[in-house]
């Protein structure tokens, strides 16, 4: 398993209605991975801030939900503390609401927290909600793939996903108009995944997309074809401009009114797995 099982979901609350949905949002897969919730309203203020509001909450969600769940008044930095308590208590995941104020960009000499530094910091993979519409359940799951080392790693989670919810997974590559040689190079691997997908019981298809905005036409395929997650990697070494700018990754998360599992790059031995499997 690449999602862990029974461990922990860490849930940050800060009492808006999209934080109210990750918590909704967690029933499903929390109860595949034989996991508990814990709760956590991060203040800059004290811990004690608005300590009833989260009892109450994580008694109504303890009625609605049958689950295990655990609670806790931090006074920190959002990101910083997220990171921190998901390390402490070996999280297997964190589901994130962030709202119109979430920051992405910052100048390259800052130290400021942003949702890309966040991600990149995480210590368990993070699913990342901009939309108030509850997704009870998931039949769909895009993988947006392509030629990076690192792009074959989410594949495990793909499927992982795909079992637990008895979804289909969408392959959508994005690569700039009339570039032959790049959609040339992806065909082998794309059918290496399939087959490998295919192999474990799992419906799959795929799409290339040409397009010099990947990010936007991730985001627009997901929609128009009813996907319920999109599953990336973290880009870990970044050059300048994409410090600057960001990353198709980071703007997929920015953009997207589909729920985003953003997974850090795992260093492994081999892929043989892959080589020899697909």
């Known amino acids: 398993m690449i999602i862990k099982e029974n461990q922990s979901i860490l849930i940050p609350v800060d009492f808006s209605k999209q934080s109210y ?8 897969l929390a109860r595949f991975t034989k996991s ?5 309203h991060i203040s800059p ?10 009892e109450n909450l994580a008694q109504a969600t303890r009625d609605e939900s049958g689950l295990i769940v655990e609670l806790k008044g931090v006074k920190g930095e959002v990101y910083e503390t997220i990171n921190r308590l998901a390390d402490e208590y070996g999280c297997s995941m ?25 991600l990149k ?31 074959r ?6 499927v992982q996903l795909a079992h637990y919810y008895k979804a289909d997974i969408r392959i959508v590559s994005v690569f700039k108009p009339n570039d032959d040689e790049t959609e040339n190079k992806l065909l082998p691997y794309l059918q290496q995944v399939k087959k490998f997908i295919k192999q474990e ?5 795929n799409r290339s997309i040409p397009s010099t905005t990947p990010a936007e036409s991730i985001v ?21 401009s994409e410090m600057m700018s960001g990353t198709i990754g980071h703007k997929v998360v920015e953009l997207s009114p589909v729920p985003v599992l953003n997974v850090n790059p795992m260093k492994r031995e081999s892929m043989s797995h892959f080589s020899s499997g697909m």
Do not use: H, W
């Open 220 to 240: 627009e395929y997901a929609v128009k074809n009813e996907c319920d997650i999109i599953i990336q990697m973290n880009q870990q070494d970044l050059s300048i």
């Open 121 to 151: 910091g995480a210590p368990c993979p993070i699913i990342t909600l901009r939309s108030t519409d509850l997704r009870d359940g998931c039949k769909n799951i895009l993988m947006p793939f392509d030629l990076s080392p690192e792009s």
């Open 153 to 158: 790693e989410k594949v495990s989670f793909a």
């Open 21 to 28: 949905i990750a918590v909704k949002q967690a029933y499903n």
């Open 201 to 205: 019981g799992v419906s799959c298809t």
């Open 45 to 54: 203020n004290s811990e004690n801030d608005r300590m009833t509001d989260l």
């Open 94 to 118: 964190v589901i994130m609401a962030l709202d119109e104020n979430a920051k992405f960009k910052s100048g390259i000499f800052s130290s400021a927290m942003t949702v890309p530094k966040f």
């Open 36 to 40: 508990k919730l814990i709760l956590v």
